[in-house]
């Protein structure tokens, strides 16, 4: 009784490719998307970069930051990268840090201030001097974390000259002078401790020079002062709720999209578009009718996201109105087409089903919808930017997190823009298969 | 059932002919869909089509319609090239499936297609009700389509590709899969437009409803019109005088078909089929069978139909 049943299911399940697909390969598909994303991060661990502006110009403070730059974690920018206009550009300065910082360019700048290297240590943070400030973006709660864990770090191991010299000092003040003796046992030891710490001077100098890679890190308790202060989003609430309420909703409007764009499959597979194109509409017409729909859908979707997260999360959503429509028609506008695409492509609702599902959820996966993409390698950032998800949580972000004008959106708006028109246009060409016979 | 409102945009066009097919060829491929075809229509005109699955004649509807580019010949409707916008708003089309929108009711459907064809306001209002009037859907005008019974599902189709008012009518298969009742009152809704003169391309596999409505029959096959005539026309020149015995008759194995094609006449499930000019020749058959040893059961005779005329033409074979 069971048998029969049993075989009917297989034979069905056999010939339903949609199926078949979401079964089998939907799975493999993401389990080695991911692998990639993550099991690869081994080899190319996520550098964090940072900007590091040398005010104090000390022996000290070029050895701290030498070493900062030999660690590995760490991507270190004294300047800008040339450009035509700008092919030597002028070091960062504090004021131009902190601008880079807020414009979304670095999660984190390091500033060594004038008068830090007179007092380098500071156990207590009683050093008298000024201590080094960090420069943080709230939205990358890591990277501060990380640079403040590898300046202490540096501190140990690439200035054990000051160090030691400075302990001396602390003894002297707290215990007491030394004794002759142990004086020039101690000079002894300085010396010693001065060539190795001059010799990593050197070595580094190159490095130095090149002016793009080092290391930091922050903590005020540590052996060196540092104070932290959050130049992006230290007024506001929940840091991460405006990146989510993009994230989550560009992925769910790419779903929504080719779901509502599915609606042509339908039409064809009853013989209402055969009944459309026999009227006055034209497929131009048609596909532009259905395209504005689905742009109508999306910016409602997304604007009931926002507005969820306003009333619940305290997401400062009216005073970015203008930032938030731009972002929004042009996000919309970019999964519109790329739903009406994906339509044009299939066949059926089955394989429309299997595909937008593969690709939303890769798309979702690479373009930081998922999780930040500065948690993930160099290169799967770079890959990101194939995808809407990645260019619509970077405008999303500039808008809600940066506090940043409609203008400086030109760059995401440009891509989605041209993203919208390059899909349709596309989407337009295959749907010629649907006009005439 | 209201008069059907005439559009008055295409009333100047009364000299044009409906329809002119000249010529028409469309190849898929190494198939040869639609092979050299010319029809003319007469405003007011029923014209049945008729043919084998396969035979050409849903290509030849979608040339009409626009919907095929052929690779030869000319299609125009009232002077107008098939497609272009002008041909599109004389036509109307009612194709055999059921190209609605499920989830939006009778009267919002009809309200979609209006406007796809630049019905608005008073005129568009005006057209849904004659429309909802026409197929008997008042009751269920507010009614989801996908909760309508078979039969209102096909009027309201009809209804549909009625609701710009076109002046020439593609029908194909209006009746495929509804009741005896729901068929009879499609059958009035079409008489009802012929009344008031619409030209009506009509194609079925029922015989019998073609012979009631269209005024004259084209049949198809292989890409060609092999007969275009009138009912009456048809049968006499397939058949002239002649009428057809049918008759069923027991005896061994094998002896009943061989005695059949040797008096020139066709076995039919059981039931052999002969030819004759006049009833004298009925006798003469009898006597036959009978020295052949054969015992008849039961015996007709029928003056040809539509249906005799096309397996005539078209043969028996099945086509797919």
């Known amino acids: ?437 | 059932m209201s008069t059907y409102p005439h559009s008055p945009s295409l009333s100047p066009l009364p000299l044009l002919s409906p329809l002119q097919v000249n010529a028409l060829v469309k190849r898929f491929g190494q198939v040869v869909a639609v092979d050299d075809i010319s029809l003319e229509m007469r405003a007011g005109e029923c014209l049945g089509l008729l043919g084998p699955n396969g035979a050409g004649k849903s290509t030849l509807i979608r040339a009409i319609a626009g919907r095929v580019i052929p690779d030869s010949g000319q299609v125009a409707i009232f002077g107008a090239s098939a497609g272009s916008p002008q041909a599109r708003a004389a036509l109307g089309w009612v194709p055999q499936d059921l190209a609605l929108y499920p989830r939006l009711s009778a009267t919002e459907n009809l309200r979609s297609f209006g406007s796809y064809y630049g019905l608005t306001g008073k005129k568009l209002d005006q057209a849904v009700t004659w429309c909802l009037d026409w197929a008997a859907l008042q009751d269920r005008a507010g009614d989801l389509v996908s909760t309508l019974s078979g039969g209102m599902k096909r009027r309201l189709n009809m209804a549909a590709g009625l609701i710009h008012q076109p002046r020439l009518v593609l029908m194909d298969e209006p009746t495929v899969g509804v009741d005896p009742q729901s068929r009879n009152r499609i059958f009035e809704m079409i008489e009802a437009l012929r009344a008031e003169g619409m030209t009506i391309i009509y194609t079925t596999h029922y015989m019998e409803e073609a012979e009631r409505l269209c005024d004259r029959i084209a049949i198809v096959d292989h890409g060609r019109i092999i007969a275009l005539d009138t009912r009456e026309a048809l049968v006499h020149t397939s058949f002239a005088s002649r009428s057809q015995v049918l008759a069923r008759l027991e005896g061994p194995p094998g002896k009943v078909s061989e005695w059949v094609e040797s008096r020139r006449g066709r076995l039919v499930e059981n039931t052999a089929e002969f030819t004759i000019e006049g009833p004298k020749e009925i006798a003469a058959l009898l006597d036959a069978a009978s020295d052949a040893g054969l015992e008849l059961v039961d015996l007709s005779l029928r003056r040809p139909n539509l249906e005799s005329v096309f397996l005539h033409l078209t043969g028996r074979e099945l086509r797919d």
């Open chain 1, 1 to 437: 009784m069971i048998t029969p049943i049993v075989r009917t299911a297989i034979l069905a399940l056999r010939r339903d490719r949609g199926s078949m697909v979401l079964s089998f390969v939907v799975p493999i598909a993401f389990f080695s998307i991911f692998a990639v994303i993550f099991g690869g991060q081994h080899d190319t661990v996520p550098k964090i970069k940072i900007i590091a502006v040398d005010e104090d110009q000390t022996s000290a403070s070029q050895q701290l930051l030498s070493g900062l730059e030999n660690d590995g974690s760490l991507t270190v920018l004294t300047k800008p990268a040339p450009t035509k206009e700008q092919p030597q550009p002028t070091p960062y300065t504090a004021a131009t840090a902190e601008d880079a910082v807020k414009a979304g360019d670095v999660s984190v700048a390091l500033i060594v201030p004038h008068g830090w290297g007179a007092n380098p240590i500071s156990f207590r943070g009683d050093s008298g001097a000024p201590s080094i400030q960090l420069l943080s973006d709230q939205s990358d709660v890591i990277a501060p974390q990380m640079v403040g864990g590898l300046l202490q770090k540096a501190a140990m191991t690439s200035m054990p000259y000051t160090m030691a010299e400075q302990g001396m000092k602390y003894t002297e003040q707290y215990l007491g002078a030394y004794t002759p003796e142990q004086r020039k046992k101690m000079e002894d030891t300085l010396d010693r401790l001065r060539h190795l710490q001059s010799d990593q001077g050197k070595g580094n100098a190159g490095s130095a020079s090149s002016s793009s890679t080092s290391s930091s890190g922050s903590n005020t308790g540590g052996i060196i002062a540092v104070t932290t202060r959050s130049v992006v989003g230290e007024n506001k609430k929940s840091p991460m709720i405006s990146f989510y309420a993009a994230a989550i909703g560009v992925m769910f409007l790419l779903f929504t999209s080719t779901g509502s764009a599915g609606a042509l499959l339908d039409e064809a597979e009853s013989g209402a578009l055969d009944r459309v194109l026999s009227s006055r509409i034209t497929m131009t017409g048609l596909l532009a009718g259905k395209l504005v729909f689905n742009i109508l859908l999306a910016f409602t979707q997304l604007t009931l996201m926002f507005l969820w997260a306003w009333a619940v999360f305290k997401l400062d959503f009216f005073t970015h109105i203008p930032g938030f429509i731009v972002m929004g028609l042009c996000t919309a506008f970019a999964v519109a087409a790329f739903g009406i695409l994906l339509a044009s492509v299939c066949r059926t609702r089955a394989q429309l089903g299997a595909l937008s599902t593969l690709l939303v959820l890769t798309m979702s996966a690479i373009g930081g919808s998922m999780f930040p993409r500065y948690l993930m390698s160099e290169a799967m950032q770079k890959a990101g930017l194939w995808t809407i998800n990645a260019w619509a949580i970077d405008g999303f972000t500039k808008v809600f997190w940066r506090d940043l004008p409609v203008t400086a959106l030109w760059q995401q708006v440009s891509v989605l823009l041209a993203i919208g028109i390059v899909l349709f246009a596309v989407a337009r060409r295959i749907a010629r298969r649907w006009e005439y016979a």
